[in-house]
């Protein structure tokens, strides 16, 4: 996970399985989820309640199985800018194995969540220097 500049453990609950035992497939995105809240937050300084924004695209690829007794991390990187949109990519691993990547375009909305918004100056700055973009 050397290309990520961002890491965080997912501990895998009880309710996150389905009754064979693996993770539910949707629960990988609440994964992702909070792998992008965590960025946000500890990365930029940027608390989830301040981002107004909506997920445009995501696009998941299963790798392997996910269990109980599974150690989860979750990847993530910033790869593209645009005027309101976020690109990143990511991945999830169990125990140094790929268990899932993916990708999803957030676009920044207005504080009235009705109409795109240009990404703000500051939250820009911070990404770009984080990922040397």
Known sequence: MD??????DVEVRYADLDTMGHVNNAVYMTY?????????????GIS???ISG???HLEIDYHRSITADDDVTVAMRVTELGTTSIAMEHA?????????TAEIVQVVFDE??????????????????HEGL
Not at 112 to 129: A, N, Y
């Open 54 to 56: 909506v997920i445009a």
């Open 112 to 129: 009235d969540g009705t109409e795109p918004h240009p990404i703000p100056p500051e939250m820009r700055d911070r990404i770009e220097t």
């Open 92 to 100: 999830i691993r169990t125990d140094d194995e790929l268990a899932a």
């Open 32 to 44: 992702l989820e909070q792998a992008r809240m965590g960025y946000f937050r500890d990365l930029l």
């Open 48 to 50: 989830p309640a301040d």
């Open 3 to 8: 290309e990520f500049r961002y890491t965080t």
